[in-house]
């Protein structure tokens, strides 16, 4: 089967004048100039991408540019959370303005999260904001980053506090960059894509339940399970731009997560964000059930699935060890979700029953750590 | 007279869901607690200010928002335009994150453009967007900055090169803080609001031709010439609030002013913002007459009015000497209201019949630099 011959798949992210077309599909690096310059006819661009993901994919990237004639720049930043500092930012800001790329010129993300929210960042602040294209290059970017605009980077005082809200002109979601991923970090990527079914879609998370196979072996329903990933998401977004009720719930298992990849200092060979996310969802379904909002059987259910798949569901799995209750609760607490002092938690009423709770009392989450800090 | 007597006026920005209110008055720093804690009750914040504002406003400020509930943390920047840098932003943000303050807690800024610049890119990206209230202390910060949501920084690269549009959720303009201001940046902020009756209110130009002595001397006049110049640009950013079309109106002035800036390496001791303005509205008023699309007449009775009120006109006057007409298109070339490649300058079909034009050959503007720059 010769797989970029196939049309991709198309989702829009309907935001009115700020609407944008997500493709999704094989070849699609390949074809980015051509997609790009019938959407943006005439600009110039610079590539922003990492070391590692330029030495597979900036140059058919840049060939397919300079076909359709779009002059491009390549930028290339250190691979890993690193880079989202303000010192890779200001590097980045300089290296835009040093091209003298305009407001109608873009700014193209190439690579996974990282790459996508410090782009973004800088697309969303040179000249007060440019265009911005994204081709994400990881599971993970292609459900999660690639839709709802949100961009930043970290802070000693925690991760994404700096950032601004900045939708991309188009997303090209090259499914052939997956094919190189390490497994690893597919997995992590596949914790976002089952967290749209446990938010409000429980027949794509028992579609899931039984494809998931063929969604990591890379056949069409691994573009099924992008495109619908990406229409959850959009679905959301669409309601609440920039996260004033709705979009809470897209942090399903976050607060957790957060908490434990603040805990194990943001270091990637013991938890990625995707591992921190697949424990917070089985976490928030866990204590759903604890404060009697859920069947425990959901939760069970849940962490089936996640094992399946080879992800963690346990603090106790978490390598190196955890610090205490109290000290994750110092973490939550710091997240930025939190609102006027109030804890915020996505809780659920079983799968894909998800709310958002915005008065969880810190005393009943304390209790609840402590019970699952002790196996 | 007692003026905190006296009612401030309102000017309201409309700007949909992100509509604001100016009041424009005396005694507005003891007043800023009641006022902020009326249209955003329970908030905290953090006041940024510079070390010279800081000894005059900051203390009544504090007093007036503890008097009102609203607990509020000191930001101290140095004074001057070398705080609007990547290492001061960073500083702040940190400084605001350290505050453990929420998207719905505010930043005000307290102090000229500088400071707004500054305060309001930093609320603008702390948490992807926080509350702001500006409370402007230069002339030049009240009738300008204060309207429409520009923030941002320089580079070596430019001015205001990087940014977002963040609108405040209120603006305190106390013209008492104008009493202490050194009578050069008073004269300097009053090229904005001469530029204002330029672009397209020829009866506030002949409004200020005969009240300017009490707009400096600070009577009645003075609250209605600032009033007058935020109704002036709240209209225009109402039609335009990202700078796509209209907004441009309000560079009238600014393209020749910038360079001048440039070529004077931003050294205050030499031109300031607003006296490049000065001489950049003069000499637009010069280039429309030179390319027939005004009468002369029309450029010396602009000219008349800045140097009455003390303000410079001709490239001769910038103290130091400037570099040749080459390098000063350079500069102009580099400003970021440049638009794929052609020249665009705000123009004049007379006094307050301004209009931008986007196709203004290079060499003309060069050979009308050279013509001005030998005397």
Chains 1, 2 share one sequence.
Not at 174 to 183: C, E, I, S
Not at 321 to 339: C, F, M, R, T, W
Request: hydrophobic share 45%; aromatic share 6%.
């Amino acid at each position: 089967m010769n797989d970029s011959a196939m049309a991709p798949v198309k989702v829009e992210v309907s935001l009115g004048a700020r609407s944008y077309d997500i493709l999704i599909g094989a070849g699609l690096v390949r074809r980015a100039g051509a997609e790009i310059a019938r959407r943006l006819p005439g600009i110039r661009a610079a590539v922003v991408t990492d070391a590692n993901v330029a030495a597979r994919h900036l140059e058919p990237l840049r060939e397919s540019l300079a076909a359709a004639g779009i002059e491009a720049a390549a930028i290339v930043v250190a691979p890993g959370e690193k880079s989202k500092s303000f010192a890779t930012l200001e590097d980045v800001v300089s290296g835009v303005l040093a091209e003298r790329l305009e407001r109608g010129d873009a700014v193209i993300a190439l690579g996974g999260g990282v790459v996508g929210d410090l782009a973004g960042f800088v697309s969303g602040i040179v000249r007060r904001g440019m265009r911005f294209v994204q081709v994400p290059t990881s599971l993970l970017a292609q459900v999660d980053s690639s839709v709802g605009g949100k961009t930043g980077i970290n802070t000693s005082h925690g991760k994404n506090l700096v950032g601004v809200f900045h939708q991309p002109r188009l997303v090209l979601a090259d499914t052939d960059t997956l094919d190189t991923l390490p497994a690893r970090e597919f997995r992590a990527g596949y914790a976002e894509v089952a967290k749209y079914g446990l938010i409000d879609r429980p027949d794509f998370f028992a579609w899931l339940e039984k494809n998931w196979q063929a969604v990591f072996a890379g056949g069409p329903e691994r573009v099924e399970a992008i495109a619908q990933s990406c229409r959850a998401k959009a679905d959301v977004v669409a309601r609440d731009e920039h996260e004033k009720g709705d979009r809470a719930l897209l942090n399903l298992g976050h607060t957790f997560g957060h908490a434990l990849e603040g805990a194990t200092g943001y270091d990637s060979a013991r938890l990625v964000h995707g591992e921190g996310v697949a424990i917070g969802m089985a976490l928030a379904h866990r204590f759903s059930a604890r404060l009697n909002l859920a069947s425990p059987d959901d939760a069970d259910r849940v962490e089936a699935h996640l094992k399946a798949v080879g992800l963690s569901t346990r603090l106790s799995d978490v390598p190196g060890g955890l610090p205490g209750a109290e000290e994750l609760l110092n973490y939550i607490a710091q997240d930025k979700k939190v609102s006027r002092g109030a804890l915020t938690f996505v809780l659920t009423r079983g799968i894909g029953q998800s709310f958002v709770a915005n008065d969880v009392p810190a005393s009943q989450v304390l209790s609840f750590l402590e019970e699952n800090l002790t196996p």
